[in-house]
């Protein structure tokens, strides 16, 4: 069985600074995918990023990149220059062999002007 | 088109009623999801249908029904619900190619469910 923890229940950033969103994980597989996804408070999940199990690179995208250490299994959220509309409620996911598809407990982030 | 779309946005039904949910995607995706939020929770995955097959189903109560009439068509029927079961609930798809771990789920907006 798969496992997502989210240890940070909610974050503070001041607008402008970077800020770094904790995820780690529990798997048997050898090969899975990890997904951040930000959800604000209309409700509509948004993907962020993708890290592959095999990629030997962090994955960036824009101002967010994932910083992935296999070998501790965690897969951290940075994002860069944090924005007002950076708001949300952020989660963790993981996708291993098969179709299933799971999220951690999330993170909800506040950004402060 | 890279939309899934779910109605009605917004449910509102009594513990006797039946109701259906409806979700549809033209991406050609293969896979199709429903999950349940409650609020300040993750979403929590109920049902996958993989190829119009029911894949997985998470011991999810008999009074939520899953149907996969077609590949871009997901509806879930709802019968004799409790108020616990009132929350968001999300459909979402993916491309589903056998083995690939980096589909990412696309997401409907939801249909925020109240049951009284």
């Known amino acids: 069985a798969q496992k997502i923890t989210q240890t940070q229940p909610g974050m503070f950033v001041q607008e402008k600074e970077a800020v770094t969103l904790d995820c780690t994980y529990d798997t048997s597989d050898p090969s899975y995918g990890l997904f951040w996804y930000k959800q604000p408070s209309s409700g509509e999940m948004i993907f962020l990023i993708y890290q592959g199990s095999y990629d030997q690179q962090n994955a960036t995208e824009g101002r967010y990149s994932l910083n992935f250490q296999k070998a501790r299994k965690s897969a951290n959220l940075v994002i860069s220059a944090s924005q007002l509309g950076d708001s949300a409620m952020y989660f963790c996911?993981?996708?291993?062999?098969?179709?299933?598809?799971?999220f951690g407990t999330g993170t909800s982030l506040t950004v402060i002007p | 088109d890279t939309e899934v779309t779910q109605t009605p946005k917004h449910l509102v039904m009594g513990m006797t009623n039946k109701k259906s949910l409806k979700c549809e995607q033209h991406?050609?995706?293969?896979?199709m999801y429903w999950y349940k939020q409650k609020a300040k929770k993750p979403p929590e995955l109920m049902f996958v249908y993989s190829y119009e097959k029911l894949s997985i189903n998470e011991s999810v109560p008999s009074r939520f029904s899953p149907e996969c009439p077609n590949s871009s068509l997901l509806n879930l029927h709802l019968h004799a619900l409790q108020p616990e079961d009132s929350a968001l609930y999300l459909c979402?798809?993916?491309?589903?190619?056998?083995?690939?771990?980096?589909?990412?789920?696309?997401f409907g907006s939801g249909t925020q469910l109240s049951v009284l």
């Open positions: 996911a993981m996708r291993a062999t098969g179709n299933q598809f799971y």
């Open positions: 991406m050609g995706h293969r896979a």
């Open positions: 979402a798809s993916s491309l589903e190619k056998t083995g690939t771990v980096n589909e990412k789920l696309f």
